[in-house]
Every structure is written in structure tokens, then in C-alpha cells.
């Protein structure tokens, strides 16, 4: 089964596309710029996307079943950092791995389709 999870010990079984894409929709009404948040998508084989919401631009991490290679998109370069929670968890993420909001929803659609990484993001291992 698919979950979703962007607070501790709390995943959200999603079953289609459109319950992804409402359950990203309403966490996206309780996040702004001012406390963006983590998403997890977890695959039923145990792949992890994790999408950031919130902000204009998104960041996404791709963490295997096995752990390695993980990989994040990549954006622009710059020094900057976004702080993003994720649970409980604060968490820093180089803003160079960020996108477009959009074209990081349409990946995270992707990989629940496909269980694969979108060739529409440029992709770095961790």
C-alpha cells in the first residue's frame, strides 16, 4: 500500500492518484513559506520520495528500498538553504536541489504511477 506522511507515526494510505494528489493538496493549505514541511511518499516496496511543500519552489529526495543510492533533484546553484519540518524534526535542505512547485507535484505523480524517477527532474546522488 502506498502512504503519505508528513508528521510522526502518522502515514496516510492513499489507494489512487487523485487521493495522492488531495491528500498533497490539503497538506499544501496547512504549510506556507513561513513553515514549510517534508512529505513522504513511501512506495509499497519501500522507495521514499519526499517532496517539500510550502514554498514556490519544492525540493524532492529519492531514497531506495535499500538505502543507497539516494539521489535529489536539482535546481538552480546557490549557498542558501531551505528549513523545512518533517515529523517532529527540523531538517535543512540545500535550496540548489529545488524546483519548480509544479514540476515537482507532476514527478511525485510519476513515481506513484510508475514507481520510477520522472526524466522531466535532473537527478544527483546524495
Given amino acids: 500500500m502506498w502512504t503519505v506522511q508528513w508528521k510522526d507515526n502518522e502515514p496516510h494510505e492513499v489507494s489512487n492518484v487523485e487521493e495522492l494528489n488531495r491528500m498533497l493538496d490539503e497538506v499544501a493549505t496547512d504549510y506556507d ?3 514549510p514541511v517534508l512529505v513522504q511518499v513511501r512506495s509499497p516496496t ?3 520520495l519526499m517532496i517539500g511543500i510550502g514554498c514556490q519552489l ?3 529526495d529519492y531514497i531506495p528500498a535499500g538505502g ?3 539521489q535529489h533533484s536539482v535546481g538552480d546553484p546557490t549557498e542558501d538553504t531551505i528549513p523545512y519540518r518533517m ?3 527540523d531538517s535543512v535542505m540545500p535550496k540548489a ?3 519548480p512547485h509544479k514540476l515537482a507535484r507532476e514527478a511525485v505523480e510519476y513515481f506513484y504511477r510508475t514507481g520510477r524517477l520522472s526524466d522531466s527532474v535532473i537527478w544527483e546522488n546524495d
Fill in 68 to 70: 543507497w543510492p539516494a
Fill in 58 to 60: 519544492s525540493v524532492l
Fill in 97 to 99: 536541489y529545488a524546483i
Fill in 87 to 89: 515529523g517532529s524534526y
Fill in 46 to 48: 519501500g522507495e521514499v
Fill in 33 to 35: 513559506e513561513t513553515n
